[in-house]
């Protein structure tokens, strides 16, 4: 069974910087994709990035030009770098692994933007 452990979250000042950690253990993580999801209190949850096991990259529009997802297969590790953050930011992030049925969450770590 697949293990998700999200890092990294906290409180930053509007224009600051956190980076987002999520180790992963219990599959062949080089064969999954992996993203990041956000989740805002009273909304859905919705993607803000992803890599493929080719390294390939999709963004939200909301965070492009601003947040960098990037994966090391041999620390079996993902990360979020956030730049340039906004309140609107603010939300419980969370990290998912995908492979054919197979979907994986870690629990969640909460980053809030605030002054």
């Known amino acids: 069974q697949g293990q998700l452990v999200e890092s990294g979250g906290g409180l930053v000042q509007p224009g600051g910087s956190l980076r987002l950690s999520c180790a992963a253990s219990g599959f062949t993580f080089s064969r999954y994709s992996m993203g990041w999801y956000r989740q805002a209190p009273g909304k859905q949850r919705e993607l803000v990035a992803t890599?493929?096991?080719?390294?390939?990259?999709n963004y939200a529009d909301s965070v492009k030009g601003r947040f960098t997802i990037s994966r090391d297969n041999a620390e079996n590790t993902v990360l979020l770098q956030m730049n340039s953050l906004k309140p609107e930011d603010t939300a419980v992030y969370y990290c998912?692994?995908?492979?054919?049925?197979?979907?994986?969450w870690g629990q969640g770590t909460q980053v809030t933007v605030s002054s």
């Open positions: 998912n692994a995908k492979f054919t049925i197979r979907n994986y």
């Open positions: 890599i493929s096991p080719g390294a390939g990259t």
